[in-house]
Every structure is written in structure tokens, then in C-alpha cells.
Nanobody, 124 residues
Framework: QVQLVESGGGLVQAGGSLRLSCAASGRIFDMHAMGWFRQAIGKEREFVAAISWSGGDTLYADSVKGRFTISRDNAKNTVYLQMNNLKPEDTALYYC?????????????????WGQGTQVTVSS
């Protein structure tokens, strides 16, 4: 009975910022690591960032390191992705996923629930 809903996507100019949110409902949200993945047209879904269940550990793809920040507020059952210095290549549908365990992972197979995605489009 876990449901994830992403929001915060939109159209932004290169160099701008967006903050994505993933609101979760259901049991044991605070005991699972969470992650963000994205998929651009014609490309495979790729890992973006992940955060441990406690929020103490994070993992980022090299392509977004230094620009994106993942965080979570377990009291609100919400995970965030702050996206700064956006580039046109960041354009994609961004998905929020719940990991099977407390530790984080960059592998799709380690996530068992997904949201519907929120579109991020970065113009040049």
C-alpha cells in the first residue's frame, strides 16, 4: 500500500533551478532508502541520486554531482531533489523510487515502488 507522487517539474532555462518533491503514503516510508531516476526520450532510465533511510548517507551520479542535492523529511513522508545549474541534458522524466532496504542503491532492481514521474525540461 505504498504510493509515490512526484511534483515540482517544469520548464526552466539553462542555469536555473528546480526542486522536485516526492510525497509518499503507506507504511514504513521512514525505513526505506529512496532514490531518483530519470529517463530521457530515446535513452535508458538512469540513476540520479539516492538517500539512506535516515538521511545520513547520499549517493549521486557523476553527471549531477555538485549540482543536485537529495534530502528527505521523514516526518512529512517526503523526499526532495534540489536541482541547480540545470543543463539541457538534464531534460527527462524524473521518477521517485523506494528502495527495498534501508541502504541506498543505484540499481533499478533494488527499488520496488515508483511514482508516475514529473517532467523536467531545460531550455538552452
Amino acid at each position: 500500500q505504498v504510493q509515490l507522487v512526484e511534483s515540482g517539474g517544469g520548464l526552466v532555462q539553462a542555469g536555473g533551478s528546480l526542486r522536485l518533491s516526492c510525497a509518499a503514503s503507506g507504511r514504513i516510508f521512514d525505513m526505506h532508502a529512496m532514490g531518483w531516476f530519470r529517463q530521457a526520450i530515446g535513452k535508458e532510465r538512469e540513476f540520479v541520486a539516492a538517500i539512506s533511510w535516515s538521511g545520513g548517507d547520499t549517493l549521486y551520479a557523476d553527471s549531477v554531482k555538485g549540482r543536485f542535492t537529495i534530502s528527505r523529511d521523514n516526518a512529512k513522508n517526503t523526499v526532495y531533489l534540489q536541482m541547480n545549474n540545470l543543463k539541457p541534458e538534464d531534460t527527462a522524466l524524473y521518477y521517485c523510487g523506494r528502495a527495498r532496504e534501508k541502504g541506498f542503491s543505484n540499481a533499478l532492481i533494488d527499488y520496488d515502488y515508483w511514482g508516475q514521474g514529473t517532467q523536467v525540461t531545460v531550455s538552452s
